[in-house]
């Protein structure tokens, strides 16, 4: 028995290597240059915490010091010793702005999105030509290419490298505020790390329900689309109206609708009910870590303007960590309906 466990695992450590292989090959190897820019992202995504949490508490622990033998003088020479932090500050404000808003994403969609589908969609087209005539009478072929083709779509693509760039910056971001909190106590930082993972997984899992829902629900998809189609092209339609076959369509078309509905509504309310929980548990752990950092301080281990920075700084981890939480939903739902090219291929 242990022995088939362990083939079992290693048969699915070489799926998933496979895997990985072959979305290498379609996604980041038609345009290698995508792997620089995501360097990039990653060091700007770590500095620009650092460099907000270090300027903000040096500027405040200034601001002190000079308050206290503070004396009449014009607004240039007041702000003359400042200079130089509120330009990192200013500074960190951009670099977050140009890595979390939509400034060069665009641009990487549209390369990246150009040569994966036109790797993709033509691979799709040969393996299509490459088939028995009779694969094409059966409803599990086209069941396979319209996964296969909607897993390639350009917002789909577009999406997959909005969530890759935004989510390694992010997670950069995420290491280099541990890094600050470490320095306070590691503790701290142990704990955030943490209590980010509950609701990372609450995200990953919530998805991989509603991917599988899709999944189960697309036969009935097709069914429902096929419905519509009789009541709404032309040369259909007439023949339902001769033969009276509206309403009869039509509260099928209905009640399949509903099921469908009812099932996505119950699952987005066992969903919802994880996710307050979740929230309830980091609002607590923010309120720890703010005692923690003020015990830190109250020990001397953190000056005045770090402490403020940190607090600061907190709100802003567990924003980060959301939003990665997003980004990994995103890329999880785009791979696991990738892997409907591969099922295509075979």
């Not at 696991?336 to 591969?342: G, H, I, T």
Request: glycine share 6%; proline share 3%; net charge positive.
């Amino acid at each position: 028995m242990i022995e088939n466990n362990k083939v079992t695992k290693r048969q699915r450590w070489t799926k998933a290597w496979r895997y990985g292989v072959f979305s290498y090959s379609t996604l980041i190897e038609p345009w290698p240059p995508f792997l620089i820019f995501l360097g990039i992202g990653a060091v700007i995504g770590a500095l620009t915490p650092l460099i907000q949490v270090w300027a903000t508490g040096t500027l405040i622990d200034r601001l002190l010091d000079n308050m206290r033998g503070a004396v009449e003088a014009s607004l240039l020479d007041v702000l003359a010793p400042y200079w130089g932090l509120l330009g990192l500050i200013v500074l960190a404000m951009f670099l977050r702005w140009m890595i979390y808003m939509a400034s060069f994403q665009d641009y990487l969609a549209a390369q990246v999105n150009a040569r994966v589908r036109e790797g993709v969609e033509r691979r799709i087209l040969e393996k299509a030509i490459s088939l028995r005539l009779e694969y094409l009478e059966r409803p599990a072929y086209y069941r396979m290419l319209q996964r296969a083709r909607q897993a390639v779509a350009p917002e789909r693509v577009a999406q997959m490298v909005d969530a890759v760039q935004r989510a390694v910056a992010q997670v950069f971001g995420c290491i280099g505020l541990l890094w600050f909190f470490a320095g306070a106590h590691r503790a701290i930082a142990l704990l955030l790390c943490l209590g980010s993972l509950p609701l990372i997984h609450w995200r990953i899992r919530s998805d991989r329900e509603m991917i599988d829902i899709n999944f189960n629900q697309t036969d009935r998809q097709r069914r429902r689309d096929y419905w519509r189609d009789l009541l709404v092209q032309r040369q259909s339609a007439a023949e339902v109206r001769l033969f009276g076959l509206g309403t009869h369509l039509v509260g099928q078309w209905r009640q399949l609708t509903d099921r469908m509905l009812a099932q996505v509504k119950a699952a987005r309310w066992r969903n919802m009910r994880g996710g307050v929980g979740i929230t309830v548990a980091d609002l607590g752990l923010s309120g720890l870590m703010i005692l923690g950092l003020m015990w830190a301080a109250a020990q001397g281990q953190l000056s005045a303007g770090t402490f403020v920075a940190l607090v600061y700084a907190l709100p802003q981890y567990f924003d980060l960590v959301f939003m990665i939480s997003l980004r990994l939903e995103d890329l999880h739902r785009f791979f696991s309906e990738y892997r409907y090219v591969v099922e295509f291929w075979r």
